[in-house]
């Protein structure tokens, strides 16, 4: 540490004053934590955001070929980085899931973490969720948390209902 270098250098000025010395100690650099892998992406229509932090440019690459792949009509706007800490020794097909997901859901938001991948968004009828619900599931395999939270838009049910009717020859 350098302040108990310090330390010992100011204690030897004040025994020995007119010694010379010499620092021959060397630091090392303080070792640098990068932050966990962390992918968010974001689909509107046709419109994709990517967000978060890939391990390195190649994952990266990987990712979005693997989204043109599932959706080759999206406009993928990347915002991510790649500075992100090494992949855990359990990676799994997270990404797999997340592109899954983003491929059925119109309106979503996906949020993909080592072990764990969160889907939130909006599917067409309570029929549709189950089965994707089921599909992501399978995919996912026993090692990855799936957390999902779909929703199914509810039925427009009118109080009355009206008609009107209009014979020939009457005035409106």
Same mark, same amino acid.
């Given at each position: 540490d350098i302040r108990e270098r310090d330390l010992v250098l100011a204690g030897? @000025? /004040?025994?020995?004053? !007119?010694?010379?010395? *010499?620092? +021959?100690?060397? !630091? +090392?650099p303080p070792e640098t934590r990068r932050p966990a892998l962390f992918v968010e992406l974001m689909r509107r229509? @046709?419109?994709?955001? #990517? !967000?978060? @932090?890939?391990?390195?440019e190649e994952q990266r690459e990987a990712q979005l070929a693997a989204l043109a792949r599932v959706l080759p009509d999206a406009t993928l706007e990347d915002l991510?980085? #790649?500075?992100a800490g090494p992949?855990?020794?359990?990676?799994g097909p997270e990404l797999t899931v997340a592109n899954a997901a983003l491929a059925a859901v119109d309106d979503a938001f996906?949020?993909? /973490?080592?072990?764990?991948? @969160?889907?939130?968004?909006?599917?067409?009828? !309570?029929a549709r969720r189950r089965s994707l619900e089921q599909e992501l599931t399978a995919?996912?395999?026993?090692? #990855?948390a799936v957390?999902? /939270?779909l929703r199914v838009p509810r039925r427009t049910v009118l109080p009355f209902r009206f /008609?009107?009717?209009?014979? +020939?020859? +009457? *005035?409106p």
């Open positions: 030897l @000025r /004040e025994v020995i004053p !007119l010694a010379r010395f *010499t620092d +021959a100690m060397t !630091l +090392a229509d @046709r419109q994709v955001t #990517i !967000l978060g @932090r890939f391990s390195g991510s980085g #790649i500075d992949l855990p020794a359990d990676w996906v949020v993909v /973490e080592p072990g764990q991948v @969160r889907v939130k968004g909006q599917v067409s009828a !309570l995919l996912a395999g026993p090692s #990855i957390d999902l /939270e /008609e009107a009717h209009h014979r +020939a020859g +009457a *005035t």
